[in-house]
């Protein structure tokens, strides 16, 4: 158990429809970083946030945003949902409050959207 | 350009043997941080191993090693004698711009799928 939580496990949805999924970081760990992984297009870094603070953004489409509450718990919105957005979406954190230097980063278990 | 490398899409180990699975990455980034991943079928991303740009020691973590040559920019993972449950894809992956606003990012690779023979 890497200490990372997401929910729901799985989300069945149809197309045009909006969905959030929730991540909690390991205690006191401060990023959270969310990524995409689909078949034809692998793991996808979407975007990372630093202490509440959006810290890097790669590949997020405009439909999709995200936040990092002050509790650091952070929610990944994805809005007019397309077939193509079907996907494995995983959230890690990483960067402990007391850090011991390290950059490693810890998965959860991820969210299977299903777009139908 | 591709950040990450991984050259073998598949690989086959028998049972107990050792196995490499290579990665190379690409950075213009003094510190830097490089990781392996395990996903099995069940779909969990499980870290195995860290590297960072400054350890002078290769990484170790039970039967799992990082072979780090850094003037050559390659970063392979050597599992030791493989067990059954090792079958899994296996992702290469590297950190770069560390706390650096709006440029610290993980890069994956494409993975490697291995198969262990009994």
């Not at chain 2, 899994?88 to 799928?113: L, N, Q, W």
Request: net charge negative; aromatic share 12%.
């Amino acid at each position: 158990d890497s200490g990372v939580t997401q929910t729901p496990k799985h989300l069945i949805t149809a197309t045009g429809q909006r969905v959030t999924l929730r991540c909690s970081p390991r205690s006191g760990d401060l990023s959270v970083y969310w990524y995409q992984q689909s078949l034809d297009q692998g793991l996808q870094f979407l975007i990372q946030y630093y202490n509440g603070e959006e810290r890097a953004k790669g590949n997020i489409l405009e439909r999709f945003s995200a936040q990092q509450f002050p509790d650091l718990h952070s929610e990944l919105n994805l809005s007019s949902l397309e077939l193509g957005d079907s996907a494995l979406y995983f959230c890690a954190s990483s960067d402990p409050a007391l850090g011991s230097g390290s950059y490693e980063q810890y998965f959860g278990p991820g969210t299977r959207l299903t777009v139908t | 350009a591709q950040k990450i490398t991984q050259t073998q899409p598949g690989m086959f180990v028998q049972e107990k043997e050792a196995v490499t699975l290579d990665c190379t990455y690409d950075t213009s980034d003094q510190s830097y941080g490089l990781f392996w991943y395990k996903q099995p079928s069940s779909g969990e991303m499980i870290f195995l191993i860290y590297q960072g740009s400054y350890d002078e020691q290769n990484a170790t973590e039970g039967r799992y090693s990082l072979n780090f040559q850094k003037a050559r920019k390659s970063a392979n993972l050597v599992i030791s004698a493989s067990q059954l449950g090792d079958s899994a894809m296996y992702f290469c992956a590297m950190r770069e711009g560390f706390m650096k606003t709006s440029y610290d990012k993980v890069i994956f690779g494409p993975g490697t799928s291995l198969s262990v023979i009994p």
